[in-house]
């Protein structure tokens, strides 16, 4: 998941480190980007299996944004292909076209990591 220098301040500050050695202990440095770290098993650093995600309150956008990233809901082949592995996509309340369109606009994902073009990136 992609982090911004904001995120990781906040996260920091919540677990009582400063953003460097929040950094040196949760992220990794991605091209131009930062993410967040992974568990041996792909899932994210803060991914508990019993209890859920430990910062979800202040989890980064790419991760309150989902499923509806660019990349995702840029056509219907790419939300079905989604919904073969999230089974939460076709599951509770309905959102307007113009959230999930707001929504993706601000996924989190930098511009050039994006499979989608978006104008002027």
């Not at 400063?18 to 770290?37: I, M």
């Not at 956008?61 to 082949?77: A, L, N």
Request: include cysteine; proline fraction near 3%.
């Amino acid at each position: 998941m992609w982090i911004s220098d904001d995120e990781i301040a906040a996260l920091a500050v919540r677990l009582d480190l400063s953003d460097d050695d929040f950094r040196k202990a949760y992220t990794r440095r991605a091209g131009r980007g930062t993410v967040l770290g992974h568990q041996r098993n792909q899932d994210c650093v803060f991914w508990n299996a019993s209890t859920g995600c430990e910062v979800y309150s202040q989890r980064p956008r790419q991760c309150s944004s989902y499923p509806f990233w660019r990349g995702v809901v840029h056509s219907q082949d790419n939300w079905e292909d989604e919904s073969r592995s999230c089974p939460g996509i076709g599951q509770g309340d309905l959102h307007a076209e113009s959230e999930i369109t707001a929504t993706a606009a601000a996924d989190g994902i930098p511009a050039h990591r994006t499979r989608v073009r978006v104008e002027g990136s």
